[in-house]
Structure formats: structure tokens, C-alpha cells
């Protein structure tokens, strides 16, 4: 009895924090306060628009060629858009935004989707409530973990746009009856790039796209506070500096540091460099300071002691990237810097999945992904593991090879990239 007890309270509540119960209880709400205006068909005649981007540092940068191209077509509009808290400093600057917000989405304990509806009720009565968004967008394909549906409807604006929960199974899932909160609900899962996933949505709404690069926005702070970190690493005008990103999101995606180790010692000898820059975040430190131990006064160690912005004025000196599929991957990317992405991701995988690099590799820079042939036992498809497995097929002879067919290429056609990646070594 029990247990029946417990499962019908269960069924409650899951409902009462559903989508539906959103439905049921937002419309009458809005209809009520008037907070909705008529719904404005005509895309070049939208005034305010939400943009909702509350996933990680990777997606937001890839979302920088949305904003421009959506500020283009629209020139006067009021453009808000929402992040997370540990991404504001990445968009802090954006030119293509009238104002940035932050959402907590990371509730944690009983009741945690209770606390994001609140979070998400507050936000709105505060900032969203008086600008009457005539439509807001959220541009992830994937699977909503974040709440961004919600915020959207919780906004009043009065037109919603997202990708369908039926864009494959796993969101169908977790993200069951979320169409009821958009008023469009983008339908195309053809495969692609994020980056071109992002500028559909301005498609889907008659927009016209024409640029698709990267954008990072810092200021003369950033840039000064890059400088003399690397003056106090004794570094000139005339060194080249190889970074290598050495953290990532999950264990499994991390290339073991003892491999960054002997790459770096190889470059040093090979004098493909002369210096290493390590980035990464906070709770990856352990990481910059085993690669100092190891290799001494080579090493610009910046691992959780740059703000993203502040990464990114250091990334703009360097002539390579090497490093995991992580969000510095991507700061790369938007510097312009050529990257050899090191992927936990089998080649034989479905490139559909959301880990495919056929989906995230670096846009807009010359590229290389290395890959595993396949999936190591136990793993079938795709690594499982918690720490890294699959990953470790990888090993420093391939990255090599990849560093040198990089660096060959950008010294045939250096347009369009980091101008030092053009030297000879």
C-alpha cells in the first residue's frame, strides 16, 4: 500500500511540474494580465525577441554567427538573450544584444524541478514580463537538460520557437510533450553542423544568412591581461605558442595527460614551438600543474586562472590548438586558431549522436579529428566508461602526424587563420 501510495503521489507531481500543467495554469495567467500581445506573423516586423542559450561554453560560441546574422536581419529590434551564470562573461560584450540575463537551471535535492520553475518565474516577473517578447528562440537541437522551454513559455512571449521533441528518441523521452510549449516546432533533423542548426532557426522565420563564422568578444582588459601573462612567462612577439586544451565536460572525453606530456616534449625538441599554453576551467587545475611539474618554464599554465574572455585573448596568439572536444576547442575556433581535436567519439558511431564531431567539430578553421577505429570492450557503440577508455586508441604517434599535416597545410594557404600559423617552424 505503500508503495502505491508512493507512486500515485509520484504520478502527481510529475504532472504538476509537466508541461501541460504549465499550459493550464500560463494561459489563463497571461489572457488575465494581458501580457501577451497580438502574435506578429511578419518576421521583419518583430520588435523584441528572447534568445535562450542556457547550455554549455562550446554551444554559446557556436551560437555567436545566430546572433550576428539574426542582428542583421532585424537592426532595430530588442534583442535580450539568456545564459547561464558561468557563460555570462563569454557574451558580457556580445555588440549583437541589447541586454544578457542569467538562469540558474542547476538545481539540486528534492524538488529540483520545482526550484527551476520558481527560478524561471522570477526571472520573468523581474526582466521579461515588461518587454512583451513577440517571439523567443531557442536554438538547441539536442535535448533540452536545461529548462530553456520553460523559460520561453514563462517569458509570455507570444510566439515560441524551438527544435521538436521528435527530433530523435532520446529527446522524444526526455523531453516528452515540450512541443505544447512552442507555438513553432522546427521539424528538420537533417544532420549538420550546430552552427548551421543555429542559423536555421533564422531561416525557418523567412531570415536571410549571410555570413556563418565564429565572433569572440573581448576588450582592451582582456587583451592587456593575456599580454603580460605572457610577459611574465618571458614570452616575445616572435615565439610560437602551441595550446593544448586538456580538460573536457566528462572523464572519458580526457586524452591522458602523460600523452600532452611527451606531445609537448616532442614539439619542444621538434622546435615546433616554444612555448605551451595550457586552458582549461575550474576543478581541472590538477591538470595545468602536473604538465609544469613535468615540463617546467615551457608551459603558460592558465588552467582555471582566465575568465573565458581572458582564454580567448591568449588563444588569439596562438598558431595551433590541440586538445579534447571541450569548450576552449571552440574558443580556438572563433580566435582562429587551426585545431587537432582529440576524440573520445568512434569513427563507426551514428553521426547523429550528440558527441559526433561531424556535428561539433571547429568551424570555420582548418580542422583535424582523430578518432577511434571503434569502441573498446566493454563499450559497443559509443564510450561509456567514466574515465578514459576509448579516447586512449588515440596515441601520441597519431597526434603527431596530424600536427604535422596541420602545419602543412596552413603553411600552403594561411587565409583566414591566426597569421603566426604561416611561419615556418
Not at 560560441?61 to 537592426?75: A, H
Not at 571541450?326 to 549522436?353: C, Q, R, W
Amino acid at each position: 500500500m505503500l508503495n502505491l501510495i508512493k507512486a500515485t503521489y509520484r504520478r502527481i507531481f510529475d504532472y504538476l511540474v509537466s508541461p501541460p500543467a504549465a499550459l493550464l495554469v500560463g494561459e489563463p495567467f497571461f489572457r488575465l494580465m494581458m501580457l501577451r500581445e497580438e502574435n506578429v506573423t511578419d518576421f521583419h516586423n518583430l520588435k523584441r525577441i528572447l534568445i535562450i542559450r542556457l547550455d554549455e561554453i562550446g554551444d554559446v560560441v557556436m551560437t555567436s554567427p545566430f546572433l550576428r546574422e539574426l542582428r542583421r536581419n532585424l537592426p532595430d529590434a530588442w534583442i535580450t538573450l539568456i545564459v547561464k551564470p558561468a557563460v555570462y562573461n563569454l557574451v558580457e560584450l556580445c555588440p549583437y544584444v541589447n541586454e544578457v540575463l542569467t538562469y540558474d537551471w542547476n538545481a539540486q535535492g528534492r524538488f529540483w524541478q520545482v526550484k527551476r520553475h520558481w527560478r524561471a518565474l522570477k526571472l520573468a516577473k523581474k526582466h521579461m514580463w515588461k518587454r512583451r517578447f513577440d517571439l523567443a528562440i531557442i536554438p538547441r537541437f539536442d535535448v533540452d537538460y536545461y529548462h530553456a522551454a520553460f523559460v520561453a513559455y514563462f517569458s509570455g512571449a507570444s510566439s515560441r520557437i524551438g527544435y521538436t521533441e521528435n527530433i530523435n528518441e532520446h529527446k522524444k523521452r526526455f523531453n516528452a510533450n515540450y512541443d505544447c510549449l512552442f507555438t513553432h516546432a522546427v521539424t528538420d533533423n537533417a544532420l549538420k553542423h550546430e552552427v548551421e542548426h543555429n542559423l536555421d532557426a533564422i531561416i525557418y522565420l523567412s531570415g536571410i544568412i549571410q555570413e556563418k563564422h565564429l565572433e569572440i568578444w573581448t576588450n582592451s582588459e582582456d587583451e592587456q591581461l593575456g599580454e603580460s601573462i605572457l610577459k611574465t612567462c618571458c614570452v616575445n612577439t616572435k615565439s610560437k605558442i602551441v595550446a593544448f586544451g586538456v580538460g573536457a565536460g566528462a572523464q572519458k572525453r580526457i586524452w591522458p595527460i602523460q600523452n600532452f606530456t611527451e606531445l609537448a616534449m616532442w614539439l619542444r625538441k621538434e622546435q615546433y614551438c616554444t612555448h605551451i599554453l595550457v586552458v582549461g576551467g575550474p576543478g581541472e587545475e590538477s591538470l595545468g600543474h602536473e604538465l609544469v611539474s613535468n615540463l617546467g618554464n615551457i608551459v603558460i599554465n592558465a588552467v582555471g586562472r582566465t575568465t573565458l574572455r581572458q582564454t580567448a585573448a591568449l588563444l588569439k596568439r596562438c598558431c595551433l590548438y590541440v586538445g579534447n572536444d571541450s569548450g576552449p576547442m571552440h574558443l580556438a575556433a572563433a580566435a582562429g586558431v587551426p585545431t587537432v581535436e582529440i576524440s573520445s567519439f568512434p569513427k563507426n558511431a551514428s553521426p547523429y549522436d550528440p558527441n559526433s564531431p561531424l556535428r561539433f567539430h571547429p568551424w570555420g578553421v582548418p580542422y583535424t579529428v582523430l578518432q577511434p577505429q571503434q569502441a573498446l570492450y566493454p563499450c559497443v557503440d559509443v564510450c561509456t566508461a567514466k574515465e578514459a577508455h576509448c579516447i586512449t586508441a588515440i596515441s601520441v604517434y597519431d597526434v603527431q602526424n596530424a600536427i604535422l599535416k596541420m602545419l602543412q597545410k596552413v603553411r600552403s594557404s594561411s587565409e583566414g587563420v591566426n597569421s603566426q600559423c604561416a611561419a615556418q617552424p
